[in-house]
Structures are given as structure tokens and as C-alpha cells.
């Protein structure tokens, strides 16, 4: 990889978070062939206890280092993957990526390892998603119980119906499912009564400030004691030190992610981190 290419993109990508036309197009266009490329991994933050801090499975999320471009985030490149309907095919390879792993690091370990997976809307409204889904779970003889999918709120805004069938598709295969980013979409709390959800994830927007600020702090309690109603486990983003880790444990909250206990890690520091 030229170093000047890399300059050029960090100067390129590092102009603000608003992403011109231009850029668009050319992030797109690079993204067509980023699967073929081999340009795409997967690194998997880890979820652990509020209480314990012991590890209960993995957020896998996307990375993607382009020759050209340089490292670009998901941040940026997941919403053109989204709207231009690359999302369908590289949604296709993260599940199985993931499962794979799954399989590899549970046979390794002989027991199972759970990880979590990132949908996006457009994934969830095309025909072909159970297919993939069940034929990844026979491949790689994933557990039930040990593949999640994790869903926005907004995703869940329209089609409601279609949504709902396959929500409980899904169930069936013995895949959970998480509300992402709880509290920063639109849709009205009726549909957690509805659909067979079994965690929901606090944004990292309440988490950020929940040791300073007593609006997110009651923001982010309401949401842990609606999860406790509901008899769903919540998992608060984010967390990044221990003042806010100690609130959220004064909430009695499940679980959290954040760089406090660990920054999303390479595949191969996984398993060392499961003491093996
Ligand atoms: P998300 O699913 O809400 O993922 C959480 C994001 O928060 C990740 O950013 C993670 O690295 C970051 N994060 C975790 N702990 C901390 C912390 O303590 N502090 C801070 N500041 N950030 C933290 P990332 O990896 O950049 O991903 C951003 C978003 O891109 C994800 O948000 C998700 O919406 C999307 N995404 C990532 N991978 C995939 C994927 O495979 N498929 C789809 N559809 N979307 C993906
Ligand atoms: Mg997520
Ligand atoms: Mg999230
Ligand atoms: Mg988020």
C-alpha cells in the first residue's frame, strides 16, 4: 500500500463527517469490489457482565481497509452500502464470516461462543435472509442460542407485518434477537410487545454522560427497568469509564460494551481472551 495514497485518504476522509456526492460515488465504487478484494474482516467487541465483568459472547462489526482509501468506517460506508443495495451481499458475508467463526472458535473451545450481528433495514426486507440465515447455522453447526441479531428500532418502522413473520422466523431457528440503539429511533414501544425481542442496547448517547447529567441518567434507568418489566436483558454501549460502569451497575443493568473493557479485537485475540 502507497504511503501517499494513505495520506491522500486520511486528509480525503478526515474533512468532517458529512460525506459529499463525490465522495459517495467513489466510496461506492470502491465498495462494489471490496468483497471480491478480499478488503473486508470482521473484529468482535466483546459483551461482559455489569456485575462480573465476565465475557458472554462478541459484537462482530465490519472493517474495511481499501488500498486507495485507506480505513474506512462503518460509520461512512455502511449507510452508502445501505442505500446503493450493496448492504444485501456484504450482509450475506458477514453472517457467514461470523458463523464460521462461531464454529471455529467453538470447536477450538468446546463450548459454544455467541456473537451478535448487525442487520440493517434493507437486509430484513429482502425474500432471501432466512435462506441465508439457516443455511449459515447448518454450515457451521451454530448452536440455537448462539448467533444474535441486532435490528434498530427504525428498521422495525415499516413493513410491519412482513417484519413480524420473519421476526418469528427467525426465533424459530433458534436466533435472538436485540433492539440496537434503543431510544434514538421513532417507533412507538408497541412493537417490543409484538416482537420477539430478548435484549435491548442503550444507546451510547444516554451512557456518555449518565454520571453527569441526570436527564440521560434517567433516560438510561427508564430503559433498564422497561427491559427488567419486560423480562428482557439490557446491555448499555459505550461505557468507557468506571464512573459510568459504577452508575449502571447502581442500576442493576445486565451487561455492557465499551472501550473500558475492551476495543473491538482482531479474530486472533479472541480465543486468549477466553483463556485458551
Ligand atoms: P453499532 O452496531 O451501534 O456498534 C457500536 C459502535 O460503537 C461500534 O462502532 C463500536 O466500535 C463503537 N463502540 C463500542 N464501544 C465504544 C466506546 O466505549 N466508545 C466509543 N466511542 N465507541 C464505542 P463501529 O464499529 O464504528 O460501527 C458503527 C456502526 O456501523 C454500528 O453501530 C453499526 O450500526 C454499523 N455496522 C458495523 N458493522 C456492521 C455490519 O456488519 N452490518 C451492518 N448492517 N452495520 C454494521
Ligand atoms: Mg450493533
Ligand atoms: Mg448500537
Ligand atoms: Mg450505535
Given at each position: 500500500r502507497a504511503g501517499a495514497d494513505m495520506d491522500d485518504a486520511i486528509h480525503f476522509f478526515s474533512s468532517g463527517m458529512h460525506t459529499g456526492l463525490g465522495q459517495r460515488l467513489t466510496i461506492e465504487a470502491h465498495l462494489r469490489r471490496a468483497l471480491e478484494h478480499g478488503e473486508l474482516r470482521l473484529v468482535y467487541q466483546p459483551k461482559v457482565?455489569?456485575?462480573e465483568q465476565a465475557v458472554i459472547g462478541f459484537e462482530a462489526l465490519l472493517r474495511w481497509d481499501n488500498p486507495a482509501l485507506g480505513a474506512v468506517s462503518p460509520a461512512q460506508f455502511v449507510p452508502i452500502?445501505?442505500?446503493?443495495?450493496l448492504i444485501v451481499p456484504i450482509g450475506a458475508w458477514v453472517l457467514e464470516e461470523a458463523c464460521r467463526q462461531m464454529g471455529e472458535w467453538s470447536a477450538q473451545l468446546g463450548r459454544p461462543v455467541k456473537v451478535a450481528?448487525?442487520?440493517s433495514p434493507r437486509q430484513l426486507y429482502?425474500?432471501?435472509?432466512l435462506d441465508t440465515i439457516r443455511r449459515c447455522l447448518a454450515q457451521y453447526q451454530v448452536p440455537r442460542g448462539s448467533l444474535e441479531l441486532e435490528i434498530t428500532e427504525t428498521a422495525l418502522m415499516s413493513r410491519e407485518e412482513e417484519v413480524d413473520v420473519l421476526m418469528h422466523d427467525i426465533r424459530a431457528l433458534g436466533v435472538d434477537l436485540a433492539i440496537d440503539d434503543f431510544g434514538t429511533g421513532y417507533s412507538s414501544l408497541a412493537y417490543l410487545k409484538r416482537f420477539p425481542v430478548s435484549r435491548l442496547k442503550v444507546d451510547r448517547a444516554f451512557v456518555r454522560d449518565i454520571d453527569r447529567d441526570e436527564d440521560s441518567a434517567a433516560i438510561a434507568l427508564s430503559i433498564v427497568n422497561l427491559a427488567r418489566g419486560l423480562k428482557l436483558k439490557v446491555v448499555a454501549e459505550g461505557v468507557e469509564t468506571e464512573a459510568q460502569l459504577a452508575v449502571l451497575r447502581g442500576m442493576a443493568c445486565d451487561e455492557y460494551q465499551g472501550f473500558l473493557f475492551s476495543r473491538p479485537l482482531e479474530r486472533g485475540d479472541v480465543l486468549p481472551l477466553l483463556g485458551r
Open positions: 457482565t455489569v456485575q452500502a445501505e442505500r446503493s443495495g450481528v448487525n442487520l429482502q425474500k432471501s435472509l
